[in-house]
Every structure is written in structure tokens, then in C-alpha cells.
């Protein structure tokens, strides 16, 4: 039953077209009983976030992934040719280790952010709500979770800082010991704001404000963390509130500054001279350079956030090397399980016919003793039928081959019945 694995992630699609491919949390249930409608599909699972939408399958014995494509493009609206241009397709072996490696954090935007593994973890239990996760795929995401975790443990994969998000939440720290409690100002609402705001909700700040010139585009963006206290307001009332804000982080495509040293000196006069973390993400800048001049503004700006990144990503990389070795040997665990699954049927015929020789020895033998036959005669006897029985189709096999086939047959009886060890043991 070959595995699939196949979707759109920040690296095959831009935001627009992975926008398109989103499924809510709500709607998984009725996806999933839809996709299990295709008729190759016997399990699946979807992970959606803001950065990917994949699908993990089980599918029909020479089945194609083509039906799960087109499926994806119908249920979203939108046309194959489209999709195709962006969608990456892993079968079986190369299915498997991409899962390990996505709740790793090894294909995340941020190397070795943790947050998809609790992603994972969702799209697996919706899925067992759905009914739709089988022994195959229940078994796939149980392994996937102890590789994620047995490299989190062993490797420095989720140790320093390489996102420039990461390190806006580094450096505020410098100033505020404790981010909760505090209220944060966002302008702009693109990838990087969006970045930023992921970071700075898991400090648990009292409130999160988006500022945007299009404020539909603000409100869609706070919507995708609405389990935090967040609003929106017009890029114009900035200068109005500025002075509510401890944290500011500006990233936005504007030509000219968006903060001034006036409006910034307004807001300190509010706040009465409390500080102010201010990070400009922006190029050109958001924030007029006189601004780090004052007294309680702490600016910092993508060349600062830059020194923590670089030194964080040269340990992090080191850290990949480590947790591909680990990943690689749990794609073989996970494949020799699959093959002994499929081992299975015959396993369980070669018992049940093994069975049936017994019962019918023992039936035979029974069947001796009640009438008065000497018992060690019949045991006797009973354990050289059970012998002639067990024997009789590897020896009639061996017998009956010729040239090649009788070495290759003779070599398999050999392993299967450790003949080599009996050797060397008698020896």
C-alpha cells in the first residue's frame, strides 16, 4: 500500500497562491472525507498552515498520485495547470523522510522552528476524528513524532537564533525582561510582520496591534492568529497611539520613513520617558535614522538583527548534519515495518496451516492412546509426523528444482533455518 505525500510550501509558492490552498481547521473533517472518495485513497491526512498545505496518503496498490492533484485543484477552485506550476510530489521512501524532516523543522522558513511539529500533531488528530488515519499512517506520524523528538533532544537544531524574528524577540529582551504584559505595535502585513508576530504571541504580550495603509489586508492577517488579543487600525492613526506601544516592529514597502523623530518624540513625552524597543525590518527604512539618537528609544535595524542570525544559523547548520543521520534511520525503521506488514499474509497462512498439521497429529495420537497404544509409541510417532508435515514442502521444493533455482533455494532454506549456525555450533 505505497505512501504519498504531495502539496505547496513558502519555498514552491508565493503567499497568494499558498492563500488559495489554505483549509481551516473546521473544514479538514469534510476534506478528508471527500479525498477519501478518490478511489486510490484508503488513508490521509492534511497539514495546512500559512507556509504549506500538504497531503499524506495511503493509496491503492499501483495507484498514481494524478487523482489526488486533481483533487486538490478541484476542491480549492482553482485549475491543474495552476497548481502543477508550484506542487511537489514524494513518493513512498522520499514521502516519508519529507514528513521527518518537516516536524524536525528542517523545511520550515526558520530552521528548526518547533511550532510544526504542534501543527503536525493537529493534522494528525483531526485526521483520527475524521476517521480517515489507518494503521499505516497512524503508524507513519507516531514514528515522525519520536524522530522530531529524538532531534530536538540530541541536536542543537532548535538552539540559537537564525530568523530575523527570532532575533527582534532577542533583542527586546535587552530591555524588557518579560514580554508579557507588554503592548506591541506591528506596521506593515507582509510574511515578515507576519513572522514577527508568530514570535513575539508565544511571550504572551498583553496586546498586539497591526498597522497597515490597507486595513483589510491587516485584519485578514490578525485573523490567522485570532487565539491572541490582536486589533488593527489605519497606518494614520499611528501617530495618535504610538505612545501606547512599548515594542514597535516596522516592515513595510514605503519609499520614505513611516516613523519620524517628531512623532517619536511625541510618543515619549506621553509615555513620560518610558522605553521604547523600536526594530526596522524595512529597506528602505521605516524609521528616520535620528530616531536611535534619543535617549529611550532602542532601534535596531536589520544590520543588528543580522550579527545574531548569522551566528545562529553557523550552529544550526551543524546541528542538520546530526539530524539527517537521525532522520535517515528512521526512514529505514519505518520501511522495514512496512515490509514486514507485507510479509503478513503469508505469515499467517505458513501458521495456520502449521496448525492444521497439529491439531491433526494431535487428533491421530489422541485417538491411539484411547484405544491403549503404548504411550511412548505414539509421541514417538506423533512428533515424526509433525516433522514429516513441517519438512515436506521445503524438501519437496529442494528436490524438485533444477540448476540456478535449486542453489537459490537451497541458500533460502539455509538462512531461514539458520543451517550455518547449527554448523559452526556442532563444530
Not at 30 to 37: D, G, P
Not at 251 to 264: D, F
Request: proline letters at 4%; aromatic letters at 4%; a negative charge.
Amino acid at each position: 500500500m505505497p505512501l504519498f505525500a504531495l502539496g505547496i510550501n513558502h519555498r514552491t509558492a508565493p503567499l497568494a497562491v499558498r492563500e488559495q490552498l489554505v483549509f481551516q481547521p473546521t473544514d479538514v473533517g469534510r476534506a478528508l472525507h471527500a479525498l477519501l472518495r478518490v478511489p486510490e485513497v484508503s488513508e490521509a491526512a492534511i497539514l495546512s498552515t500559512c507556509n504549506r498545505t500538504e497531503v499524506y496518503c495511503s493509496l491503492a496498490a499501483g495507484a498514481t498520485v494524478a487523482p489526488l492533484s486533481e483533487w486538490l485543484a478541484h476542491y480549492h477552485g482553482v485549475t491543474s495547470e495552476h497548481l502543477n506550476a508550484h506542487l511537489y510530489q514524494h513518493p513512498q521512501q522520499a514521502a516519508i523522510r519529507h514528513m521527518f524532516r518537516v516536524a524536525s523543522g528542517l523545511d520550515s522558513m526558520v530552521l528548526g522552528e518547533p511550532q510544526i511539529l504542534g501543527q503536525m500533531k493537529q493534522a494528525a488528530r483531526l485526521a483520527d476524528e475524521a476517521g480517515t488515519l489507518g494503521t499505516t499512517l497512524g503508524k507513519l506520524f507516531q514514528r515522525t513524532f519520536a524522530v522530531a523528538k529524538e532531534v530536538r533532544s540530541t541536536t542543537a537544531i532548535g538552539a540559537n537564533i537564525v530568523s530575523m524574528a527570532a532575533a527582534a524577540v532577542h533583542l527586546s529582551g535587552r530591555i524588557f525582561d518579560q514580554r508579557a504584559g507588554l503592548n506591541i505595535l506591528f506596521i506593515g502585513a507582509g510574511e515578515m510582520v507576519e513572522l514577527c508576530i508568530a514570535h513575539f504571541a508565544a511571550q504572551g504580550p498583553k496586546r498586539i496591534t497591526i498597522a497597515n495603509r490597507t486595513v483589510a489586508h491587516a485584519a485578514a492577517l490578525a485573523s490567522r492568529f485570532s487565539h491572541h488579543n490582536i486589533d488593527t487600525v489605519a497606518l494614520t492613526e499611528v501617530d495618535a497611539r504610538l505612545a501606547e506601544y512599548d515594542i514597535v516592529v516596522s516592515c513595510t514597502a514605503s519609499p520614505l520613513p513611516i516613523l519620524g523623530l517628531g512623532m517619536v518624540e511625541r510618543a515619549l513625552k506621553t509615555r513620560r520617558h518610558r522605553p521604547m524597543v523600536m526594530v526596522d525590518l524595512a529597506v528602505p527604512r521605516d524609521i528616520e535614522t535620528e530616531v536611535s539618537a534619543l535617549d529611550d528609544i532602542f532601534l535596531y535595524t536589520l544590520d543588528d538583527l543580522g550579527q545574531l542570525v548569522e551566528s545562529g544559523l553557523e550552529a544550526r547548520q551543524d546541528a542538520v548534519i546530526d539530524a539527517e543521520k537521525i532522520i535517515s534511520a528512521g526512514v529505514e525503521g519505518f520501511e522495514h515495518w512496512l515490509q514486514a506488514r507485507d510479509s503478513v499474509p503469508t505469515i499467517r497462512v505458513l501458521r495456520e496451516r502449521a496448525e492444521h498439521a497439529r491439531v491433526q497429529a494431535l487428533d491421530t495420537a489422541m485417538k491411539q492412546l484411547a484405544r491403549g497404544d503404548d504411550p511412548a509409541r505414539v509421541l514417538d510417532a506423533l512428533s515424526q509426523s509433525l516433522t514429516n508435515k513441517l519438512l515436506h514442502g521445503p524438501t519437496q521444493a529442494l528436490s524438485s528444482a533444477n540448476g540456478d533455482e535449486r542453489g537459490k533455494i537451497s541458500a533460502l532454506i539455509t538462512q531461514i533455518y539458520q543451517l550455518q549456525s547449527d554448523e559452526r555450533a556442532d563444530k
